[in-house]
């Protein structure tokens, strides 16, 4: 009797630990940076912005921005949790005002560093809390054949409790709809953490590192937007390896 193999679903637990001769065409890479480039870039784009460019550093960041009107872009980024100078504060509550109809150039420690890390892979979604039931919705549809890995950020170099529970909360939402994947140890441990705090999304973020970063610089108000589970429905995608992430439910305020 034949042995069918099923696709896996393995979660890597920072950025640092990704092998890039793994992440190749015939996977499905998932990025969480839920504290916070992933959020933002989902918000983003459910404000109708055009376009958002993760970039590797500020240095990237003006380069890519040369080759727009500067009517046409805003540049975003913070290095090691401090906005980086001239730059615009990167957080969703900040952006979000001033999205729509822009190309938002986002530059970040970790979170568009993992999503340029894993660029070769066959796709590559941006998720987070707010948007992970709209992305593992995709996920299951359209990639049910496909081994996924889903990568957690971390923060600056070291691992992070709220990636981690976004990747299983994305896990739990995939399987409710497709059971079609093999998972690993790692993957079946973020999945029990999730189900074993699934109420406690806030007191996870704000207990996590960056998120008692984020409460002593006063910024309550983005950790519990970051905390609110499948919110909105845009999936970021990146594009092709051209540094942009595009979203197809993108709402235009």
Same mark, same amino acid.
């Given at each position: 009797?034949?042995?069918?193999?099923?696709?896996?679903?393995?979660?890597?637990?920072?950025?640092?630990?990704?092998?890039? #001769?793994?992440?190749?065409?015939?996977?499905?890479?998932?990025?969480?940076?839920?504290?916070?480039?992933? &959020?933002?870039?989902?918000?983003?784009?459910?404000?109708?912005?055009?376009?958002?460019?993760?970039?590797?550093?500020?240095?990237?960041?003006?380069?890519?921005?040369?080759?727009? #009107?500067?009517?046409?872009?805003?540049?975003?980024? #913070?290095?090691?949790?401090?906005?980086?100078?001239?730059?615009?504060?990167?957080?969703?509550?900040?952006?979000?005002?001033?999205?729509?109809?822009?190309?938002?150039?986002?530059?970040?420690?970790?979170?568009?560093?993992?999503?340029?890390?894993?660029?070769?892979?066959?796709?590559?979604?941006?998720?987070?809390?707010?948007?992970?039931?709209?992305?593992?919705?995709?996920?299951?549809?359209?990639?049910?054949?496909?081994?996924?890995?889903?990568?957690?950020?971390? &923060?600056?170099?070291?691992?992070?409790?709220?990636?981690?529970?976004?990747?299983?909360?994305?896990?739990?939402?995939?399987?409710?709809?497709?059971?079609?994947?093999?998972?690993?140890?790692?993957?079946?441990?973020?999945?029990?953490?999730?189900?074993?705090?699934?109420?406690?999304?806030?007191?996870?973020?704000?207990?996590?590192?960056?998120?008692?970063?984020?409460?002593?610089?006063?910024? #309550?108000?983005?950790?519990?937007?970051?905390?609110?589970?499948?919110?909105?429905?845009?999936?970021?995608?990146?594009?092709?390896?051209?540094?942009?992430?595009?979203?197809?439910?993108?709402?235009?305020?």
């Amino acid at each position: 009797m034949m042995t069918v193999t099923r696709p896996k679903l393995h979660v890597i637990l920072q950025k640092e630990a990704i092998v890039p #001769e793994l992440i190749d065409k015939d996977k499905v890479a998932v990025v969480f940076d839920v504290l916070l480039a992933t &959020t933002t870039i989902a918000t983003l784009l459910h404000h109708g912005a055009k376009e958002v460019i993760p970039v590797m550093n500020g240095e990237e960041a003006l380069r890519v921005a040369g080759s727009f #009107e500067k009517t046409t872009v805003i540049i975003a980024g #913070e290095s090691e949790g401090l906005t980086i100078e001239g730059f615009v504060d990167p957080l969703p509550s900040k952006l979000k005002q001033v999205a729509k109809g822009k190309t938002i150039i986002l530059s970040t420690t970790n979170g568009t560093v993992a999503i340029r890390h894993v660029a070769n892979a066959k796709k590559v979604f941006a998720a987070s809390l707010i948007n992970g039931q709209a992305v593992a919705q995709k996920v299951a549809i359209e990639h049910v054949d496909d081994s996924v890995i889903l990568i957690c950020a971390g &923060t600056m170099k070291q691992f992070s409790l709220e990636d981690f529970y976004g990747a299983g909360y994305f896990i739990d939402e995939l399987l409710q709809q497709n059971e079609s994947w093999d998972l690993t140890d790692s993957a079946k441990a973020a999945l029990y953490f999730y189900r074993g705090n699934k109420e406690n999304s806030v007191s996870i973020l704000k207990t996590s590192l960056t998120g008692q970063m984020l409460m002593q610089a006063h910024l #309550e108000e983005d950790i519990l937007y970051s905390a609110s589970r499948g919110m909105i429905e845009v999936v970021p995608e990146f594009d092709n390896g051209n540094m942009i992430v595009k979203g197809d439910k993108a709402i235009d305020y």
